[in-house]
C-alpha cells in the first residue's frame, strides 16, 4: 500500500485542521495505508521562516515530502487563502517536488465564502510543484469536534462527503510500495 504523509498547516495547538487531517489519516489507515503526519508548526520558526532548507528538522521535513507516495495538506483558510505556515513550507521544497504525487487537499474555515480557496488559492501552488491535485474537502470549522476517541465530524453529511474525498484520493494511491520509508525520519522530526 501506499505511504502517505498528512501535514497540517495549521499554526494552532488546538487545531480543527489537524482534527481534519487526523480524520481523514485513520480513514487512509483503515484502507492499509501507512500514514504518517506532521505538523508544520512543530517546525523550528527562525529556521523555516528564513528558509534554511539545511537545519536538521527542515531537511528531515523535506525528505519525509520526498519519501512519500502521496501527501494530505491540511490548512486552515484565512482572509480566503491558506496559511502563511504551509506557504513558508511550500515555499522550501524543490520546483517538482510533488511530481507523481497525489495529494488530498484539505481546508478548514468559519465561513462557506472561503470554499473556493481550495481550487483558486492552494491547487494553483499543489499543481506548480508537479502534484496531481484529487478533489478536496473544505469543512467549516463548527462542523469539526472531538469525542473521547480522538476527532469527530457529528454531521452525517459532512462525515459522508469527507469519506467520498478521502475514498477517491485512495482509489488513486498505488497499490504496492515502490520506493524505502525510513521510519526514523519521524521520530526526530
Not at 64 to 72: I, S
Not at 114 to 130: C, F, K, M, N, S
Not at 150 to 179: E, K, M, N, T
Request: proline content about 7%.
Amino acid at each position: 500500500m501506499a505511504i502517505v504523509l498528512a501535514l497540517s498547516g495549521s499554526p494552532s495547538p488546538a487545531s480543527r485542521t489537524a482534527r481534519l487531517a487526523e480524520l481523514a489519516a485513520a480513514d487512509l489507515r483503515a484502507r492499509g495505508h501507512r500514514v504518517h503526519t506532521l505538523a508544520l508548526r512543530d517546525l523550528p520558526a527562525g529556521p523555516l521562516l528564513a528558509a534554511q532548507g539545511t537545519d536538521p528538522a527542515i531537511a528531515r521535513a523535506v525528505r519525509l515530502v520526498a519519501e512519500a507516495d502521496a501527501l494530505v495538506v491540511a490548512t486552515p483558510i484565512y482572509q480566503a487563502a491558506y496559511s502563511g505556515l504551509l506557504k513558508v513550507f511550500l515555499d522550501l521544497l524543490p520546483r517538482h517536488a510533488l511530481d507523481g504525487k497525489t495529494v488530498l487537499p484539505l481546508a478548514t474555515g468559519g465561513s462557506a465564502a472561503h470554499v473556493l480557496a481550495l481550487d483558486y488559492a492552494l491547487r494553483p501552488v499543489l499543481t506548480t510543484l508537479g502534484a496531481q491535485v484529487a478533489q478536496g474537502r473544505y469543512v467549516l470549522d463548527h462542523e469539526l469536534g472531538a469525542t473521547a476517541d480522538g476527532p469527530a465530524l457529528p454531521a452525517a453529511d459532512s462525515a459522508d462527503a469527507l469519506a467520498d474525498a478521502v475514498a477517491r484520493f485512495a482509489s488513486a494511491l498505488p497499490r504496492l510500495r515502490g520506493g524505502t520509508w525510513n521510519p526514523a525520519l519521524l521520530s526526530s522530526a
